[in-house]
């Protein structure tokens, strides 16, 4: 018998099993601990909702949420209580909108500077200096705030009104600071992810740096950039212990003037929910409508974020 009679008589190859059979040892654990770690989160969402929703709900059983909405004073602990929630939508919205002047553009430029401009060497040494900024609690910018950028501003404040103790001023600005490396971040690894023929193919028509970067690789990672700032501003939104050291507690009238002193929504929450006040009535369950309003604007935020990026998503192959 020849060798090719001997091959043509040998069985074929059995296609390999590329299903659930074929799967490696320990595969189908990992599935079921992602599918748990999924789990937990969404019922943890479930239930912060289930504690905000029946208090909240008690709560406009005895405070009209017309007057929660458009009242202009805030004094729920106070002798004559009234709860217009406007003065802590305010000073929160004013604090937010300074801190995102501020970390935008710097977080924008270290991202652009690190993804387009920065050595290798150079950018893995600037990176984890950068998000060390990250890891400070948020109590220290508190301090921070309070005991140095709050005299540097008494001092150089130009005018004769200058700033109190305690105002939304210094509070934004630790909170622009601290929501840097969070722009940065996310944008950086946003422009790293660009293909880098578009940017060879950008230098080939003779374009500087400055327009490969900001007209070639910033809009085609529009989508990431546009949720990095999102979630600076739902972190500055949500932030607490800043705004409670070096904002202020008071929330009787409703501030513009950054260099007045003001409670946040946040604030209020945080110092209120001491153990102070009885369980049960209208000033504690105030907590929890003011908490139900903050919850409202994040889950807002997220959906229009989710938006804006389905919207400047770019796919490339």
Request: glycine residues 10%.
């Amino acid at each position: 018998m020849s060798v090719t009679e001997l091959g043509s008589r040998a069985p074929a190859p059995q296609p390999m099993r590329l299903g659930r059979r074929g799967n490696r040892a320990g595969e189908r654990g990992v599935e079921v601990l992602l599918f748990i770690a999924a789990t937990v989160g969404v019922l943890t969402t479930v239930g912060i909702i289930i504690a905000l929703v029946f208090p909240t709900i008690d709560f406009f059983g005895d405070v009209s949420i017309v007057e929660f909405l458009t009242g202009d004073s805030w004094t729920p602990l106070f002798a004559d209580k009234e709860y217009g929630v406007l003065p802590l939508l305010v000073a929160t919205l004013v604090v937010t909108a300074i801190a995102t002047l501020i970390a935008v553009p710097l977080g924008l430029g270290a991202a652009i500077y690190l993804a387009e401009y920065a050595r290798p060497k150079v950018r893995s040494a600037l990176k984890p200096m950068l998000e060390v900024l990250a890891g400070i609690p948020t109590v220290v910018y508190g301090f921070f705030a309070l005991v140095a950028i709050g005299p540097l501003i008494r001092d150089y404040w130009p005018g004769g009104d200058k700033p109190s103790f305690q105002n939304l001023l210094i509070a934004s600005i630790a909170m622009g600071i601290m929501i840097v490396p969070t722009v940065a971040s996310l944008a950086e690894d946003a422009m790293t992810a660009v293909p880098r023929s578009l940017r060879q193919g950008a230098f080939a028509l003779a374009s500087s740096r400055m327009q490969v970067a900001t007209r070639v690789v910033f809009p085609a990672a529009l989508s990431g950039i546009v949720a990095a700032i999102v979630l600076g501003i739902s972190r500055a939104i949500g932030e607490t212990m800043i705004v409670t050291i070096a904002g202020g507690l008071i929330s009787d009238r409703v501030l513009f003037n950054p260099i007045e002193g003001s409670a946040t929504m946040t604030a209020f929450i945080a110092s209120a929910g001491q153990g102070d006040l009885p369980l049960g009535t209208v000033e504690y369950k105030s907590i929890f409508a003011v908490g139900a309003l903050l919850f409202i604007i994040t889950f807002a935020l997220n959906i229009v974020s989710f938006r804006l990026v389905r919207r400047f998503r770019e796919v490339y192959e």
